[in-house]
């Protein structure tokens, strides 16, 4: 594919999106700011969609597939240059749900669909945060989430059963994956809130 390094995401877009967030006054418990954050988490769920699509598609290769996704997962991921303590926090609980999507569709590229039970697998790495084995809880989140990129919905109330904690925001990440796969309409960020 002849496409620019950037076609799927830039630091533009990312940026644009921390800037929004910089000028709103954010507050989770009201309605606007906790979708202004839930657009931002979405929007880059939907990146990471595209880029599987054209892969599932033959537009890119497994490398190609691969590198496009890390370019992604770095800007995303990447420190946020964002002033106060909770605004920052509410930034970095978006950019820790999206690690286990970033993970899950790279191990998706590069070896398939786990053949694991979805809901199960998640229960597996609730158990295992809970034994504060977050390696494993983690990858248990990934393989979850190579089932939901294959075709696999997630049930609501299974996330709901999950304390929060890591496992948690993995698990609402991979939901944002869930919606980006079965309708990867870009988001833009100067859309009412």
Request: glycine share 6%; hydrophobic share 45%; with cysteine.
């Amino acid at each position: 594919m002849d496409a620019p390094p950037d076609a799927f995401y830039t630091d533009e877009r990312w940026g644009n999106w921390l800037s929004r967030i910089r000028e709103a006054d954010i507050d989770p418990a009201e309605e606007d700011s906790a979708r202004l954050l839930l657009n931002l988490q979405e929007d880059a769920a939907i990146a990471v969609a595209k880029v599987l699509g054209a892969y599932e598609e033959g537009a890119l290769t497994e490398e190609e597939a691969l590198s496009e996704l890390a370019g992604v997962r770095e800007i995303v991921l990447a420190e946020p240059e964002i002033e106060g303590e909770e605004t920052a926090a509410l930034v970095g609980d978006v950019q820790l749900s999206l690690e286990a999507v970033f993970y899950a569709a790279e191990a998706y590229v590069a070896d398939g669909a786990a053949e694991v039970d979805l809901e199960r697998r998640l229960h597996a790495a609730a158990d295992a945060e809970a034994d504060d084995d977050l390696d494993t809880a983690f990858k248990r989140c990934a393989e979850a989430g190579t089932r939901i990129i294959d075709g696999a919905s997630l049930d609501p109330t299974a996330v709901e059963e999950i304390d929060y904690g890591y496992v948690f925001e993995w698990a609402d990440g991979l939901a944002s994956l869930e919606s980006a796969m079965r309708d990867p309409e870009v988001i833009e960020a100067d859309e009412e809130g």
